[in-house]
């Protein structure tokens, strides 16, 4: 298996090592002079950010806000019903009467609902349970954990773009392609060619007559990446998701997912150090072919897509 490490800032520097080569990174970009502020300009409110639980009342999409009524946050507000500003990836899936656990922020006069989450118990349950089946099998297999051609898919439950909580096993039935991504990556020959060699996959496919088949994309960042910001992610590239699921959930999940898999991600600060790998699951749930790192051909998946 050939590994390509990446030292890959969330919001800036990185650098890329590929075995016995060194290729041109990228790092910080050259400082950048300020632009000149008046003297007496007004110092901007330092930003509040507090945990949040409550209920979604109603989603208003033309002034992008949500309602909520939210439960009292000790120190700081009592409980009561409030419009927060969100983005467009956490609006598009909001529901009514959904149970949320989020971040409040302050900015002024502003308020924002920042790192929502599904709070319901029934997803909770179903997440914990799944987590903690996938460690235990991880810790069973031991230094085996590494899952190789022909075994099966180890099981997981995860959140998709939706806020949807589904285990793997949705998907028997159907051959998929899996990789791994984060969103924040900046470096356009990691994840986003990752992301665009997907898309390319899905329309290839379909256009060679392929049936049945998906492609799913887990997150390496998922304290990050809620189901919103995967939503807008999506949506700001204009990408197909009738067939495409973005995926994240608790960390402890995709850790071991990542074991199994042979991915490697460690965090380093500010950094993201991590390998990548695409691999093609048949309809019993085996694991058929695999690519390691972003330069992997559209058409080595797309000829096993249409055995399929």
């Not at 298996?1 to 790092?27: D, E, Q």
């Not at 290839?204 to 189901?227: C, H, I, M, N, Q």
């Not at 402890?252 to 990542?258: K, T």
């Not at 790998?277 to 019993?284: G, K, R």
Request: charged letters at 25%; aromatic letters at 6%.
């Amino acid at each position: 298996m050939k590994l390509g490490f990446s030292i890959l800032p969330r919001l800036a520097a990185c650098l890329l090592l590929l075995p016995g080569l060194l290729a041109p990174g990228c790092g910080k970009p050259a400082a950048k002079t300020a632009p000149a502020v008046a003297a007496d300009a007004p110092a901007q409110p330092a930003e509040k950010r507090h945990p949040l639980t409550g209920e979604i009342v109603q989603a208003d999409a033309e002034r992008s806000v949500l309602i909520v009524t939210h439960d009292e946050i000790k120190g700081y507000m009592p409980a009561m019903t409030m419009e927060f500003k969100v983005s467009k990836g956490d609006l598009a899936i909001a529901k009514p009467g959904q149970h949320i656990r989020a971040e409040l922020v302050e900015r002024g006069e502003d308020y924002y609902l920042e790192k929502i989450w599904p709070d319901d118990a029934a997803t909770q349950r179903a997440l914990d349970a799944a987590a903690k089946a996938l460690a235990q099998d991880t810790a069973m297999r031991g230094k085996e954990a590494y899952r190789e051609i022909g075994e099966t898919l180890p099981d997981f439950t995860l959140l998709d773009q939706e806020g949807r909580a589904g285990a793997a096993s949705r998907f028997r039935g159907k051959q998929v392609v899996l990789n791994f991504i984060f969103t924040r990556c900046p470096i356009a020959t990691m994840c986003p060619a990752s992301t665009q060699r997907m898309s390319e996959l899905q329309q290839a496919a379909r256009a060679a007559g392929a049936k049945d088949f998906e492609l799913v994309s887990v997150s390496l960042d998922p304290e990050y990446d809620t189901p919103g910001v995967l939503k807008e992610y999506a949506q700001i590239r204009g990408l197909d998701t009738s067939n495409w699921s973005f995926l994240t959930g608790p960390d402890a999940a995709v850790r071991h997912l990542l074991a199994q898999l042979g991915v490697i991600r460690e965090f380093e600060g500010a950094t993201i150090k991590h390998t990548l790998a695409t691999v093609l699951i048949n309809e019993q749930g085996k694991i058929t072919y695999r690519a390691d790192g972003s330069a992997w051909q559209v058409g080595d998946f797309v000829r096993y897509l249409k055995k399929g």
